[in-house]
């Protein structure tokens, strides 16, 4: 696969009169064509400077950001507005024109690149239609819900047909039910129209729901990237650690009696495990610890079970447990 | 008093009044419309920052607005007989008028476009828009029902001027005013021009409301 995005060595500092705040301090990352890439991190990391940076709304302190295999800091005032064009926007606010409707919204960018008004109208109606709300295309912002406005808002990055689509917090916003369309939405985009997505979230939950490769953004620095389902999996950094434990959830420490731990790594589908473990061996059993998650159907994240006493009803555990091609290991109780 | 001199003198005050304000505050916008965009473009957190010129252009207009009108008035009659001839009579008000309000126009200006949220200038920008396209399809389209509703209190400001121009012959209904109420004690007339004056900064008021309101997408 080929990079659309590549950003080396990226650093950004604000310098104001009384100090100077470092929002990036050396950041690498490449972004695959086609692929929908999450950007990870808490407050302050420095997630919107990242992204303001790969359209170079903001200008990099050093480092470089090539886009579809050119320099963007290379570039001059006028190529830099042309590039734009090829790499979309969306925000947690909307950021719609108030005064213009649905349609005119989705136009706008048509407008700028100079395309002529009849066929700027045509191409405005079919984004509307391709986000699912062609009959709000008369509709003010001011008449629009959340969930609306962020799909005109997609409409309208969508116009130019764009490469490269960022998202800087685009369901923080919105309320589960809401976000989750939205998602499935930048999903379908994904898939139909090839676009890659630049999705910007401090949930876990967003990543986990499209992304397929993830970067973990702390203290203004990629501590962690990787395929999604392998950082749920295997999660190295404390920051990782922090984002996929929440609530700062701790695997506890065991009394005593004899532990396995299941591994859930993808191989296997999502189904339930253990009730059917339960039913074929007969014997009951004891989840001392589980964090599992659903991604694209798959199983990923780990579970610890406290067996029974009985030898046979353990034995048979294994048994069925082997058979059912998963990985675990047997764990000692702490104490 | 209502004789039908009076009442031909009561009606050339009101249309000279209206021509003042109009033409005034039409040139005012002329002027200070630029300098108000001009302000807001070149700030430092402006989306073209230039620090010497939005620092001299304040200054300029800071200044101008701080000598009091009547001061102004008189200070620029040599000027106001350079361009029109004449410093009397309601047409050579007009210079003094347009050179204090185009200021007070630019700021104005300046604070409506200012309300206009920095996000949607940041996603014109993210779509490729010049500072040029930004002025002219956001920040004007978007602040418009600030702009007119703002244009409305500059018109009745401009009015109120205009009137107090009459102390120095600047006709209208302000030098009726003077004239036959301060000079003559005819208290009578008096009153009548300053309902009149009262009815017209009514009727502005209101008409930039209603314009403003009507064609505001943000309510409803
Ligand atoms: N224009 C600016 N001027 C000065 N400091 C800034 C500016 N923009 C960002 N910063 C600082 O840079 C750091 C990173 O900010 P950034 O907005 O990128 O964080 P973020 O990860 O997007 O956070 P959030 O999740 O709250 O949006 C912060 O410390 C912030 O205060
Ligand atoms: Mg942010």
Redesign the interface.
């Known amino acids: 696969m080929s990079e659309i995005i590549q950003i080396r060595n990226l650093k950004k500092t604000f310098a104001s009169d009384k100090s100077t705040v470092i929002a990036l301090d050396g950041v690498d990352l490449s972004i695959e064509e086609g692929e929908i890439f999450g950007i990870i991190g808490l407050s302050g990391a420095g997630k919107s400077t990242l992204v303001r940076c790969m ?1 170079y ?1 903001e200008k990099p302190t050093s480092g470089s950001v090539i886009f579809d295999g050119q320099d963007l800091g290379s570039m001059n ?1 006028k190529e ?6 090829s ?3 969306i ?1 947690q ?1 909307f ?7 649905a349609l005119q919204n989705v136009c ?2 048509l ?3 100079g395309v002529p008004k009849k066929e700027a109208q045509r191409k405005a109606k079919e984004m509307l239609e391709l986000v699912g709300i062609a009959d709000k295309a008369q509709a ?4 629009l819900s959340g969930g609306q406005k962020q799909r005109v808002a997609i409409a309208r990055a969508l116009a ?1 047909d764009p490469k490269v689509l960022l998202c800087d917090e685009a369901t923080s916003a919105l309320d589960p039910t809401t976000t989750q369309s939205i998602l499935s939405l930048l999903q379908q985009i994904n898939q139909k129209l090839g676009v890659t997505i630049v999705v910007i979230t401090h949930e876990m939950g967003v990543i986990e729901a499209i992304c397929r490769r993830v970067a973990i953004l702390d203290h203004s620095r990629v501590a962690e990237c990787g395929r999604v389902e392998e950082i749920f999996v295997n999660p190295r950094s404390d920051i990782a650690k922090q984002l996929i434990y929440p609530h700062g959830k701790k695997e506890p420490v065991f009394q005593k009696g004899e532990c396995i731990r299941i591994v859930f790594d993808g191989s296997s589908s999502f189904e339930p495990v253990v009730s059917n473990m339960v039913l074929a061996c007969g014997t009951a059993v004891n989840i001392l610890f589980a964090d599992t998650k659903n991604i694209d159907g798959k199983a990923y994240g780990q579970m610890l079970l406290q067996l029974p006493e009985d030898e046979m009803a353990k034995r048979k555990i294994y048994t069925y447990l082997s058979g059912q091609n998963l990985h675990f290991k047997e764990e000692c109780a702490n104490v | 008093m209502f004789n039908p001199d009076m009442i031909r003198l009561l009606a050339q005050g009101i249309w000279e009044t209206l021509y003042m304000t109009i033409v005034s505050s039409l040139l005012s916008y002329v002027l200070g419309l630029p300098l108000g965009i001009l302000l807001i473009v070149t700030d430092k957190n402006g989306i073209h920052p230039m620090g010497f010129l939005n620092r001299l252009l304040g200054f300029v207009v800071n200044f101008v607005r701080s000598v009091p009108f009547l001061i102004l008035l008189i200070a620029v009659i040599p000027f106001t007989r350079f361009l029109v001839g004449t410093s009397v009579g309601s047409t050579a008000t007009i210079v003094p008028l347009v050179l204090a309000s185009a200021p007070f126009v630019a700021r104005m200006v300046e604070s409506s476009l200012k309300e206009v ?1 920095h ?2 200038v ?9 500072v040029w ?1 930004v002025v002219t ?2 920040l004007l ?2 602040a ?2 600030s702009l007119i509703l703002n244009a409305a209190i500059a018109t009745t400001t401009i009015l109120g001027y205009s009137a107090m121009s009459g102390f120095v012959g600047g006709g209208g209904l302000g030098t009726i005013s003077i004239n036959y109420g301060f000079y003559r004690y005819q208290s009578d007339v008096m009153l009548v021009t300053v309902l009149l004056l009262v009815v017209i900064v009514q009727v502005f008021q209101e008409i930039g409301f209603r314009i403003a309101t009507k064609g ?5």
């Open positions: 359209n709304l005032e830099l507005r042309k590039a734009r064009r790499i979309s926007m925000f606010g950021h719609l024109l108030m005064q213009r409707n706008f960018p407008e700028i690149a003010y912002p001011a008449q130019t | 949220d996000g949607v940041e996603a014109a920008q993210s779509m490729g828009a010049g396209q399809k956001v389209p978007e418009k029902p505001d997408k943000r309510s409803r």
